[in-house]
């Protein structure tokens, strides 16, 4: 009789595993804190008119304010892994748009930002629509809406005002430029005085926050930056998300229009020449990801105060024009540089950014 031939048992599978955390070390957003304090107490003991409230914080919180919200713009469409690289000139379009409202019909400061803001959506929700029906890269879309923005903008202001700026401003706005809260002081110690386009800026940090992180709308844009072809099969309406990031990107590119204006004291041409390389500084310095899926609202905020820090450290330490481009450039490449280790890290020891 023939003995039964027992079949081996197949060895379990594995469970799962589970993405472990980035080490405290390769978080983004801690090294800036690190590099913010060292750069900052570097700064004052070389120049101790770095900690001045009027010569340098109250005019150090303006800048932030307005290059947040410019990374911001640019945030919401790296979060699907596009560019924005339109958002100086869809602030400078939008800002014409307030400057005119005012200009011909008088309206108030509410009325003339709302009109900004609606003009920028619908340039960004135009980009997003060519984007989304033609397949076309990203950045050749607002690459070539950006030239076209440039020409449209000098003739918008010669027809309107037969110059380069608009000859007043919305009753608010000089409040805006010039006034600040009270001091807030701690016994005997008191800080800077804080200017009132501070809490723009604030509120739409907080704004964007709540939207990535918690509602529908914002996790959808996020899966299809991660994946497009499975967001589609899960039943996400990938182009109507890309044409709402694309939206959501020049509204916001509007508010920093409008903050700029404010601190300048003018809607002119040539506001917005300088917001396109800070838009990608904030976020990609702060951990959002080139590819797309994640974003970081806080780490855009630290991002924009560590390139306004740096701008005005050099300058009261008298760097020319030309030496802070260098600079500045040098740290968009590091940023670059991390942005890719930060993702190699994460393959090689499954962790989650």
Not at 40 to 67: E, N
Request: hydrophobic share 55%; charged share 10%.
């Amino acid at each position: 009789m023939t003995a039964p031939v027992e079949t081996p048992a197949r060895p379990a599978a594995p469970p799962p595993r589970t993405p472990r955390r980035t080490p405290l070390w390769a978080n983004p957003r801690v090294g800036l804190v690190v590099l913010l304090i060292l750069l900052v107490t570097l700064f004052s003991t070389i120049r101790p008119a770095f900690l001045d409230t009027r010569l340098t914080l109250t005019p150090l919180q303006s800048d932030i304010s307005v290059y947040l919200v410019v990374g911001l713009a640019q945030m919401s469409v790296l979060s699907l892994g596009h560019m924005n690289m339109a958002v100086g000139r869809m602030a400078a379009t939008s800002a014409f748009a307030m400057g005119l409202v005012h200009h011909t019909i008088g309206g108030g400061l509410l009325v003339s930002l709302s009109a900004g803001l609606l003009v920028g959506a619908g340039l960004g929700a135009l980009a997003g629509f060519i984007i989304s029906r033609t397949g076309v890269n990203s950045f050749v879309v607002t690459l070539a809406m950006d030239f076209a923005l440039v020409g449209l903008i000098t003739i918008l202001y010669t027809s309107a005002v037969d110059g380069v700026a608009f000859p007043t401003m919305p009753a608010g706005m000089d409040a805006l430029r010039f006034d600040t809260f009270a001091d807030y002081c701690a016994g005997d110690v008191c800080g800077p005085r804080i200017p009132l386009v501070v809490p723009f800026a604030l509120v739409a940090a907080l704004l964007v926050g709540l939207l990535f992180r918690w509602s529908r709308l914002g996790r959808e844009i996020l899966m299809t930056g991660a994946n497009a072809t499975a967001a589609e099969l899960s039943g996400i309406p990938v182009r109507r998300r890309v044409v709402q990031a694309h939206a959501l990107s020049g509204l916001i590119a509007a508010l920093a229009g409008f903050l700029l204006a404010a601190n300048n004291g003018a809607f002119s041409a040539s506001l917005g020449d300088s917001f396109l390389l800070p838009s990608f500084l904030a976020p990609v310095l702060g951990g959002t990801l080139l590819a797309g899926g994640a974003v970081s609202v806080l780490g855009t905020a630290l991002g924009a105060t560590l390139t306004q820090v740096i701008y005005k450290g050099l300058n009261l330490l008298q760097f020319q024009l030309d030496q802070l481009q260098l600079y500045i450039g040098l740290v968009l490449l590091a940023a670059l540089s991390l942005d890719r280790g930060r993702h190699v890290l994460a393959e090689r020891r499954g962790t989650a950014p």
